[in-house]
């Protein structure tokens, strides 16, 4: 997707939501394989100044304190340029307050010598309720404000805000008219987009400008079992329907993938739902309905390799986790878009999009656990996701295999199938 | 048996799109003459259609034409010209009017409303409209000065309007220039401040900038990521399939089959053919399938392979003869050819699936400049029907032949189509819609149209 690396960096007062942003499109590329990392200067500083007294640090006539920040942005930037060149990082979020053209100036120039291309994200807020829930559930939680009560920390980050208005340059239509960049305004009620240059940056933008903060939370469900019988019953739907009927109360949507299970499972709950194609299970290709005791016995050499790497095999004629991902990627856009949503799918599925929203790498995404008849409630809060597992005490399977010890080729049958639960 | 049942269920109930939107949406366009509305009206209505949504477009200027039938000079455009001023309302309102009976009675759910639409007023009108009518309103305004791809789009699309066929360029040129003039007095372009409740989005100068204000749902962002990633800048698409495959000589459909001699020869013309175009910087993309990478090869450049350009699944059918479906599948062979644009092979996919795969590609390919595409005859079908603006029921019958290379240059409001066929014979693999569609035809009716194999 990339050529040269890019440098993507955030540009506003304090509490402006650049952390929360630098985090989620950070967890958003890394999700969609393009190996990306955080800078958090605030981070280096607080290294640096081990114990913070005060916004006093911050004042513009602070010769001591401004020396310090500056070594701190120089450290961040060394990281950066470790982390681009030698690490094979291809994106790299610079976040700070980044409000000075100087400052600004001084990134670009480090990017041009090293030969990364330019990205800023401004966000601009005015709305005084918006910063004050901002401070409340990020701020107070800091390091910075252990060992404070609430009020002195509310005041104390106020004066902090107020260090750097006064020499808060914004993006300027004019004079910043050649650098390529994305102004937010009001949580996202209006945007400003500057001469986005390539693919990357596009998708950027676009992801920027999907993604909002409104509370809401994303209900994650597997299917009711299934039973392998004429008739095709499916077990567990009285224990959905009661919780289900429950959901659907709060203006709840509801999505299915396009295979019978999960559509059965939705029809229990008596709602709308939508269905999507790529909610379906990942594709086993020639490996479609057997057991793993089959795939042992005929495909011994694949059940090896998928085990030594299973985010990335692509089972023969079918799809690897990694296709999963790629598939997935306009469920994860759409589901940034709504508010509360359930999407009932299948075990690799939510395994990816679980993944995506607790930031798994590619080696764990294929391991987490998603049992049958649990249902996954994730909550944003603060930078991350609060996650309550619900379960809806009804028996199953377990459908869950760990990665067995011995992945070597020449293994044997009961090493490969040691860890394959059991089943009828 | 299960099997069997979830295949029958799981039938044509299905889209492979979820349904984007609720209540019908007017798109507005907003911007002096010249500014590329017309452009952009097309070319939005062309995507919404091809992923699905139905889109319909309505000019005013059309309208305009259809009531005043000969267009004299740029005086109509005067804004002291009363006669011509109550012609105009009564366009628009007409225009208006259609909009609601394509919504109403024709399960539009997008209406591309293309005028200049200028003044706050007239952009009042349209609004309580929409809103009278549970309509939702988003305005697209382009606002360009710069004098040279102003005078760039007049002489590329303008000069061919119905309204200069009898002028010279000078002189249509000339008058284009007051007409332009005459809006410009009364132009307000929309205020961030004023208009900061409306839902828009401002291109500045053909997409260096722009400005986006309270998207409302999911179609408004996929039409603002669309139009942020649509260029002016002249280049050409190049669409071939993979050369003859060994498959395709068998007449077997799927499979990941190499090439056949024949094959490798088309590989080695595709790759003097693309010398001789001379193309600045070009980028060439393959599917993962094994038939269209050894025909990259064979060019000695670098390529990107996409999956989603690998050909449709065809599900159980896959590596089959048509005699072989007709035998073992011969109901699903009917229904295939009833419908085949919506028609899923049992385990496999539908050419409407296969638009929604292609949709990122279509995507980076709007990006991108000079670009060779090989690919597969299904694959290739979808595309060229979004660049041709084909509908459902003709794109899987475009005709997509081996050995040849369709090249594709933007031009007006359109797409030149060149076609090259490299010299080098190859099997037809097209098999066209026959006339007995029915499940209880028999064989013959039903492989009347099989093109001939080994």
Not at chain 2, 380 to 408: G, N, Q, S
């Amino acid at each position: 997707m990339t050529n040269c690396p890019t440098l993507i960096v955030t540009v506003g007062l304090p509490a402006r939501g650049k952390t929360y942003i630098s985090k989620k499109l950070t967890r958003y590329l890394n999700w969609i394989g393009v190996p990306t990392r955080e800078f958090n200067v605030g981070q280096y500083r607080r290294e640096f100044v081990k114990i913070y007294k005060s916004f006093e640090f911050f004042r513009p006539d602070n010769e001591e304190g401004l020396k310090i920040r500056r070594q701190c942005a120089s450290a961040a930037l060394n990281d950066v340029r470790q982390y681009l060149t030698e690490e094979q990082g291809q994106v790299a979020v610079f976040d700070a307050t980044n409000t000075t053209r100087e400052r600004r100036e001084t990134i670009i120039q480090f990017a041009e010598q090293n030969g990364f291309k330019v990205f800023f994200v401004e966000s601009v807020c005015e709305d005084p309720d918006v910063i004050q829930e901002n401070i409340v559930q990020v701020k107070l939680g800091s390091p910075d404000y252990t060992n404070c009560n609430t009020e002195e920390a509310v005041e104390d980050f106020m004066k902090r805000i107020k260090c750097y208005e006064n020499s808060y340059e914004t993006l300027d239509e004019v004079l910043d008219r050649d650098l390529s960049y994305i102004k937010i305004m009001d949580v996202g009620q209006r945007y400003l987009v500057n001469r986005v240059l390539d693919h990357i940056q596009s998708r950027i933008v676009y992801y920027l400008m999907n993604i909002h903060i409104t509370p809401r939370s994303i209900y994650l469900c597997r299917h009711g079992e299934s039973e392998l019988n004429v008739k095709g019953r499916i077990g567990g739907d009285s224990g959905l329907t009661p919780r289900g009927k429950e959901f659907a109360k709060n203006d709840l949507k509801v999505w299915t993938s396009q295979m019978k299970r999960t559509i059965q499972t939705a029809e229990a709950l008596d709602v709308p739902y939508e269905q999507w194609k790529v909610l379906n299970e990942i594709d086993a290709g020639v490996c479609e309905e057997m057991m793993y005791e089959e795939i042992q016995e005929n495909y011994p050499l694949e059940f090896a390799l998928r085990d030594q790497d299973k985010y990335r095999y692509r089972y023969p004629k079918g799809e690897s986790y990694e296709d999963l991902v790629q598939r997935l990627e306009p469920v994860i856009m759409e589901l940034e878009r709504q508010e509360n949503v359930l999407v009932i799918c299948h075990q690799a599925v939510m395994r990816c999009l679980l993944a995506y929203f607790l930031d798994k790498t590619a080696e764990e995404l294929p391991y987490l656990k998603c049992p049958l008849h649990t249902v996954l409630k994730l909550t944003p809060v603060a930078y991350g996701c609060k996650v309550e597992s619900i379960s809806l005490n009804v028996d199953a399977v377990n459908t869950h295999r760990e990665r067995p010890e011995n992945v070597e080729v020449s293994r044997m049958s009961e090493e490969a199938l040691l860890t394959v639960p059991a089943h009828q | 048996p299960e099997e069997e049942a979830e295949e029958e269920e799981e039938e044509h109930l299905f889209t492979s799109v979820p349904q984007f939107c609720n209540s019908p949406t007017m798109i507005v366009m907003v911007g002096l003459p010249a500014r590329g509305k017309t452009y952009i009206s097309k070319k939005l209505t062309r995507y919404l259609n091809w992923i699905g949504v139905p889109t319909k477009m309505f000019n005013v200027g059309q309208y305009r034409r259809e009531a005043v039938k000969i267009y004299k000079n740029f005086e109509f455009f005067k804004p002291d010209n009363e006669e011509a001023m109550r012609i105009r309302k009564a366009c628009a309102a007409a225009a208006l009017k259609d909009v609601t009976a394509y919504f109403t009675k024709e399960q539009g759910q997008v209406a591309v409303f293309d005028a200049t639409n200028t003044t706050r007023e007239r952009r009042a009108i349209i609004i309580s409209f929409a809103k009278e009518k549970g309509y939702k309103v988003f305005f697209v305004e382009s606002i360009c000065d710069d004098p040279e791809i102003i005078a760039e789009n007049i002489r590329q699309v303008k000069f061919g309007s119905p309204d200069y066929v009898d002028r010279d360029i000078d002189e249509a040129m000339e008058d284009f220039i007051q007409r332009i003039d005459c809006y410009r007095a009364s132009y307000m372009p929309i205020d961030d401040e004023r208009d900061r409740k409306l839902s828009y989005i401002k291109i500045f100068d053909v997409g260096n900038r722009y400005l986006v204000n309270q998207v409302q749902d999911h179609i408004q962002s996929r039409i603002v990521y669309y139009l942020m990633n649509i260029h002016v800048t002249p280049r050409s698409i190049y669409l071939s399939r993979h050369g003859e495959s060994e498959l395709n000589l068998l007449g077997r459909i799927g499979g990941d089959s190499g090439l056949s001699p024949r094959g490798q020869k088309y590989a080695n013309a595709l790759a003097t053919f693309i010398k001789g175009q001379n193309i600045r910087d070009l980028k060439v993309w393959t599917s993962h399938m094994k038939r269209t990478i050894q025909t990259a090869e064979a060019l000695g450049v670098q390529y990107e392979q996409w999956k989603a350009l690998n050909e449709i699944d065809a599900g159980v059918c896959e590596e089959m003869t048509y005699e072989e479906i007709q035998e073992n599948y011969p109901e699903e062979f009917a229904l295939r050819d009833q419908d085949k644009y919506r028609y899923r092979y049992p385990k496999g996919e539908s050419y409407e699936d296969l638009v929604h795969r292609l949709e990122p590609v279509i995507m980076e390919l709007e990006r991108q400049e000079n670009v060779l595409v090989i690919c597969h005859q299904a694959i290739m079908r979808c595309l060229l029907a979004y660049f041709l603006d084909k509908p459902a029921d003709e794109l899987p019958y475009l005709r997509c032949p081996l050995h040849t290379v369709l090249k594709l240059t933007p031009i007006a409001y359109g797409c030149k189509v060149e076609s090259f066929f490299l010299n080098i014979e190859a099997v037809n693999t097209h098999r066209e819609r026959p006339v007995n569609v029915d499940i209880n035809r028999n064989p013959e009716e039903a492989l009347q149209t099989v093109p001939d194999h080994i």
